[in-house]
């Protein structure tokens, strides 16, 4: 199984700042990664899909990089609505893994 | 508009069965791959089992291989996952949600919460 490992897993940052949670697969996933955010007691929304395209819908201030092991999201001025839970997910193969998570709060 | 809606969760005791459903409206469904993701509570997400547009190619986690079975009806507009020999680590949020060709879940149900205990 293909291992994610997201850091930081926590993070406290300022309305306004710039933000960057990092991904790492355990082998080459090509560009086959995702991010979510996930807010408390709701379904998780797909910010970015095949590590740079923005989904539908999504603000511009999120912006994805990366291929093959190494991957960033990116929250280039953080909004109040932004303090939530992202996760990285691999979408090379089966089984589809996540990585533990970036709760970012308030600083 | 896309809607996914879970029902069928609740409390069971260990060793028990569980069917859980998704009806799906807003899409043509059986354009789309379909898939389950869990998340215990205060944890992460965990990928559960994914299913191909007719129905006929199905992927499971480890975890759950041999004890839950998805299956959909396309007629139905609906996705399914039967759950049996039920644990006390599968108590969770089950999530269905619609797979894109890219394999990202863009949309998701509410969630459905299953308890498994005593």
């Known amino acids: 199984d293909i291992q994610m490992t997201q850091s930081p897993s926590s993070l406290s940052a300022s309305v306004g700042d710039r933000v960057t949670i990092t991904c790492r697969a355990s082998?080459?996933?090509?560009?086959?990664l995702n991010w979510y955010q996930q807010k408390p007691g709701k379904a998780p929304k797909v910010l970015i899909y095949?590590?740079?395209s923005l989904q539908s819908g999504v603000p511009s201030r999120f912006s994805g990089s990366g291929s093959g092991t190494d991957f960033t999201l990116t929250i280039s001025s953080l909004q109040p609505e932004d303090f939530a839970t992202y996760y990285c997910?691999?979408?090379?193969?089966?089984?589809?893994?996540f990585g533990l998570g970036t709760k970012l709060e308030i600083k | 508009q896309v809607q996914l809606v879970e029902s069928g969760g609740g409390l069971v005791k260990p060793g028990g069965s569980l069917r859980l459903s998704c009806a799906a409206s807003?899409?043509?469904?059986?354009?789309?791959?379909m898939t389950w993701i869990r998340q215990a509570p205060g944890k992460g997400l965990e990928w559960v089992s994914y299913?191909?547009?007719?129905?006929?190619?199905?992927y499971y986690a480890d975890s759950v291989k041999g004890r839950f079975t998805i299956s959909r009806d396309n007629a139905k507009n609906s996705l399914y996952l039967q759950m049996n020999s039920l644990r006390a680590e599968d108590t969770a949020v089950y999530y269905c949600?619609?797979?894109?060709?890219?394999?990202?879940?863009?949309?998701w149900g509410q969630g459905t919460l299953v308890t498994v205990s005593s």
């Open positions: 949600a619609r797979v894109l060709s890219s394999r990202c879940f863009d949309y």
């Open positions: 807003g899409f043509t469904f059986s354009d789309y791959y």
């Open positions: 299913t191909s547009r007719s129905g006929s190619t199905l």
């Open positions: 082998q080459s996933i090509s560009s086959y």
């Open positions: 095949a590590a740079s």
């Open positions: 997910q691999q979408s090379y193969s089966t089984p589809f893994t």
